[in-house]
Protein backbone atom coordinates (compact mmCIF):
# COMPACT_ATOMS: atom_id res chain seq x y z
CA UNK A 1 0.00 0.00 0.00
CA UNK A 2 0.96 3.56 -0.96
CA UNK A 3 -1.08 5.31 1.77
CA UNK A 4 -1.48 4.69 4.97
CA UNK A 5 -4.78 6.21 6.48
CA UNK A 6 -5.21 7.07 10.13
CA UNK A 7 -8.68 7.90 10.94
CA UNK A 8 -9.22 10.60 13.19
CA UNK A 9 -12.74 11.24 12.08
CA UNK A 10 -14.98 8.21 12.05
CA UNK A 11 -17.37 9.79 9.26
CA UNK A 12 -14.01 8.88 6.48
CA UNK A 13 -14.54 5.51 7.24
CA UNK A 14 -17.79 5.27 6.16
CA UNK A 15 -16.48 7.68 2.91
CA UNK A 16 -14.42 5.29 2.23
CA UNK A 17 -11.36 7.13 2.39
CA UNK A 18 -8.84 4.36 3.22
CA UNK A 19 -9.62 3.37 -0.65
CA UNK A 20 -10.08 6.78 -2.12
CA UNK A 21 -6.71 8.00 -1.26
CA UNK A 22 -5.10 4.81 -2.10
CA UNK A 23 -6.53 5.08 -5.52
CA UNK A 24 -6.01 8.97 -6.15
CA UNK A 25 -2.20 8.41 -4.68
CA UNK A 26 -1.61 5.36 -6.95
CA UNK A 27 -3.02 7.56 -9.81
CA UNK A 28 -0.44 10.46 -9.42
CA UNK A 29 2.49 8.77 -8.97
CA UNK A 30 1.84 6.57 -12.16
CA UNK A 31 1.35 9.55 -14.15
CA UNK A 32 3.92 11.12 -13.05
CA UNK A 33 6.26 7.57 -14.03
CA UNK A 34 6.92 6.76 -10.05
CA UNK A 35 6.89 3.52 -8.53
CA UNK A 36 4.26 3.58 -6.23
CA UNK A 37 5.71 0.63 -4.34
CA UNK A 38 8.73 2.17 -3.68
CA UNK A 39 7.28 4.90 -1.93
CA UNK A 40 5.10 6.10 1.52
CA UNK A 41 2.09 8.94 2.28
CA UNK A 42 0.06 9.17 5.69
CA UNK A 43 -3.19 10.18 4.92
CA UNK A 44 -5.16 11.07 7.93
CA UNK A 45 -9.10 11.63 7.87
CA UNK A 46 -9.97 14.73 10.63
CA UNK A 47 -12.49 17.07 11.05
CA UNK A 48 -12.73 21.05 10.81
CA UNK A 49 -11.68 21.16 14.49
CA UNK A 50 -8.34 19.21 14.14
CA UNK A 51 -7.32 20.98 10.89
CA UNK A 52 -7.84 24.50 12.01
CA UNK A 53 -5.69 23.53 14.43
CA UNK A 54 -2.82 22.46 12.18
CA UNK A 55 -3.90 24.96 10.05
CA UNK A 56 -2.71 27.34 12.91
CA UNK A 57 0.10 25.37 13.95
CA UNK A 58 1.80 25.33 10.65
CA UNK A 59 0.35 28.10 8.28
CA UNK A 60 -0.66 30.60 10.81
CA UNK A 61 -4.36 30.35 9.59
CA UNK A 62 -6.26 29.50 12.66
CA UNK A 63 -9.74 28.65 10.49
CA UNK A 64 -10.23 24.82 8.72
CA UNK A 65 -9.30 24.29 4.86
CA UNK A 66 -9.99 21.24 3.13
CA UNK A 67 -6.49 19.92 2.97
CA UNK A 68 -3.18 20.43 4.02
CA UNK A 69 0.23 18.78 3.22
CA UNK A 70 3.60 18.08 4.22
CA UNK A 71 6.01 17.06 2.02
CA UNK A 72 8.99 15.06 3.19
CA UNK A 73 11.52 17.55 1.77
CA UNK A 74 11.36 20.55 -0.34
CA UNK A 75 11.18 19.53 -4.38
CA UNK A 76 9.77 22.66 -5.92
CA UNK A 77 11.08 23.87 -9.23
CA UNK A 78 13.41 26.72 -8.95
CA UNK A 79 12.17 28.25 -12.27
CA UNK A 80 8.33 29.34 -12.51
CA UNK A 81 6.72 26.27 -14.81
CA UNK A 82 9.47 24.19 -14.41
CA UNK A 83 9.25 20.50 -13.25
CA UNK A 84 9.85 19.91 -9.52
CA UNK A 85 12.72 17.67 -8.32
CA UNK A 86 11.90 14.16 -8.30
CA UNK A 87 12.32 12.63 -4.99
CA UNK A 88 15.14 10.44 -3.71
CA UNK A 89 14.95 7.32 -1.70
CA UNK A 90 16.25 6.24 0.80
CA UNK A 91 14.02 7.21 2.96
CA UNK A 92 10.19 6.32 0.76
CA UNK A 93 8.13 8.98 2.87
CA UNK A 94 6.90 11.35 0.56
CA UNK A 95 5.30 13.30 3.09
CA UNK A 96 1.84 13.65 5.05
CA UNK A 97 -1.56 14.97 3.88
CA UNK A 98 -4.67 16.29 6.31
CA UNK A 99 -8.16 16.74 5.06
CA UNK A 100 -11.23 17.52 7.03
CA UNK A 101 -14.66 16.04 6.52
CA UNK A 102 -16.99 19.07 7.19
CA UNK A 103 -15.14 21.51 4.86
CA UNK A 104 -14.86 18.65 2.02
CA UNK A 105 -18.80 17.73 2.63
CA UNK A 106 -19.47 21.58 1.99
CA UNK A 107 -17.34 22.17 -1.02
CA UNK A 108 -18.85 18.65 -2.65
CA UNK A 109 -22.48 19.80 -1.81
CA UNK A 110 -21.81 23.48 -2.82
CA UNK A 111 -20.22 21.86 -6.17
CA UNK A 112 -23.24 19.52 -6.80
CA UNK A 113 -20.59 16.14 -6.94
CA UNK A 114 -20.29 13.32 -5.16
CA UNK A 115 -17.94 13.54 -1.83
CA UNK A 116 -15.79 10.18 -3.41
CA UNK A 117 -14.98 12.47 -6.47
CA UNK A 118 -14.31 15.90 -4.45
CA UNK A 119 -12.05 13.89 -1.91
CA UNK A 120 -9.95 12.42 -4.85
CA UNK A 121 -9.28 15.59 -6.50
CA UNK A 122 -8.17 16.77 -2.98
CA UNK A 123 -5.95 13.95 -2.77
CA UNK A 124 -4.54 14.29 -6.35
CA UNK A 125 -4.19 17.64 -5.48
CA UNK A 126 -2.50 17.18 -2.07
CA UNK A 127 0.08 14.42 -3.51
CA UNK A 128 1.60 16.90 -6.45
CA UNK A 129 2.13 19.05 -3.14
CA UNK A 130 4.32 16.00 -1.46
CA UNK A 131 5.89 16.24 -4.88
CA UNK A 132 7.16 19.43 -5.32
CA UNK A 133 4.26 21.36 -7.30
CA UNK A 134 2.63 24.53 -6.26
CA UNK A 135 0.34 27.00 -7.02
CA UNK A 136 1.42 29.84 -5.77
CA UNK A 137 3.52 31.49 -9.31
CA UNK A 138 1.18 31.81 -12.08
CA UNK A 139 2.89 29.13 -14.83
CA UNK A 140 3.12 26.64 -11.83
CA UNK A 141 -0.55 26.88 -10.69
CA UNK A 142 -1.00 26.15 -14.86
CA UNK A 143 1.45 23.36 -14.64
CA UNK A 144 -0.48 21.67 -11.51
CA UNK A 145 -3.90 21.88 -12.68
CA UNK A 146 -2.89 20.40 -15.91
CA UNK A 147 -1.31 17.61 -14.44
CA UNK A 148 -4.68 16.68 -12.38
CA UNK A 149 -6.95 17.64 -14.94
CA UNK A 150 -4.86 14.92 -16.34
CA UNK A 151 -5.11 12.51 -13.57
CA UNK A 152 -8.70 13.16 -12.23
CA UNK A 153 -9.25 12.08 -16.45
CA UNK A 154 -7.63 8.80 -16.38
CA UNK A 155 -10.03 7.94 -13.09
CA UNK A 156 -12.78 9.03 -15.56
CA UNK A 157 -13.77 12.60 -13.02
CA UNK A 158 -14.79 15.49 -14.97
CA UNK A 159 -12.15 18.40 -14.68
CA UNK A 160 -12.40 20.60 -11.85
CA UNK A 161 -11.27 24.01 -13.08
CA UNK A 162 -13.85 23.78 -15.45
Known amino acids: MLTDCIIEDPRWEAAGLPDLAERAAQ ?8 KAADWEIVVMGCDDARIAELNADFREKPQPTNVL ?3 SEERCAEEEGGQPLPPEGPDPELGDIAIA ?3 CAREAAEA ?3 MADHVT ?10 LGYDHIRDLDA ?3 ERIEVEILGKLGLQDPYS
Open 121 to 130: HLVVHACLHL
Open 27 to 34: ATLAHLGL
Open 101 to 103: YET
Open 69 to 71: SWP
Open 142 to 144: TLM
Open 112 to 114: GKP
